[in-house]
């Protein structure tokens, strides 16, 4: 048989999504006041999805955006009741390198800030190992494999670059790319300096969830904060669907919103139409907001 090339198997997939789930709807765009009302934003549609499926598989970011994202959530673990106890998560990426326990690498961080602060049995969490390997193919594609056999990702949460990446999926990532090892940007590696010491050398290599794998997700959530967002903002939403930049590919994305506050939102031409659209939306198709 022939080997389908990456552009007919995105064109498949999405034709094949449009059919599944009858329509292609476009990018929702919200924009918050700022950063707290993005984050209490975040938090609501993913402890909604929880209570509407109570074994929720759930992909996560690392990275500041989503800390507001993860304090609100415990928050509501702890004052409201909110139980997370069957959900599974999956986090898109890990860097390469770092020793084991080391305080940066995502792993550290997302226990730190989330998991040991709520009820996800520690089983139901995932995330890639980032010690270096030789067969980098093989876990990677185990990594796919926990994904699928879990049944897929029901909600994924994104942060965006400022490159435009989503997970490290760096500028010039194909659109149908998978789970693998990933080379930094020198703009990313000095946008994560500021985690590390001064005598430190961030990593240049991370191992990533690819865009075939996020477009995969049944519903994507994209948060953006920021000015210095606001030039990947608009590529994303607004500009072509190009490798140059990664999130633009959620623009073929049959449920997904971008959850980005006024200052992430300041280069985005069609603001006022969001806002109409997102009123609409509530009206006509509220299923789509959770
Ligand atoms: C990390 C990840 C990255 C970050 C992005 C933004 O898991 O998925 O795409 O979301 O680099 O990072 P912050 O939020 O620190 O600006």
Redesign the pocket.
């Known amino acids: 048989m022939r080997k389908a090339c990456p552009g007919v198997l995105l064109r498949y997939h999405v034709e094949h999504e449009r059919v599944r789930s009858g329509v292609a709807a476009n990018m929702l765009v919200h924009i918050t006041k700022d950063f707290e009302e993005l984050s209490r934003e975040a938090a609501r549609v993913v402890a909604n999805a929880i209570r509407k499926k109570h074994d929720l598989r759930l992909g996560l970011?690392?990275?500041?955006?989503?800390l507001g994202l993860y304090q609100e959530l415990v928050r509501m673990h702890r004052q409201e009741q909110l139980d997370l106890a069957r959900v599974v998560t999956f986090?898109?990426?890990e860097y390469i390198g770092l020793p084991s326990g080391h305080p940066q690498s995502?792993r550290s961080v997302m226990f730190r800030d989330f998991f040991d602060h709520i009820n996800i049995p520690r089983e139901n969490i995932h995330l890639p190992d980032g010690t270096p390997r030789n067969d980098y193919e093989q876990y990677c594609g185990e990594y796919e494999e926990e994904i699928r056999s879990a049944g897929g990702i029901d909600l994924q949460v994104?942060?965006?670059?400022k490159d435009g990446?989503?997970?490290?999926n760096e500028p010039t990532s194909s659109l149908a790319s998978r789970t693998r090892p990933k080379t930094l940007t020198r703009q990313?590696v000095e946008?994560n300096r500021r985690f590390f010491g001064a005598n430190e050398e961030p990593p240049h290599a991370a191992i990533t969830m690819g865009i075939g794998t996020i477009l995969e997700a049944r519903r994507v959530l994209l948060l953006a904060s920021g000015a210095a967002?606001a030039r990947a903002v608009a590529l994303a939403v607004e500009g072509p669907v190009t490798a140059s930049v990664s999130a633009s590919a959620l623009q073929m994305h049959r449920n997904a919103t971008a959850l980005v506050d006024r200052e992430a939102a300041a280069n985005l031409l069609h603001r006022e139409y969001y806002e109409r659209a997102l009123e609409m939306t509530r009206k006509l198709t509220p299923g789509r907001l959770w």
């Open positions: 970011a690392t990275g500041s955006t989503q986090n898109l990426d995502f994104l942060g965006l670059g990446h989503i997970g490290f990313t946008d967002k």
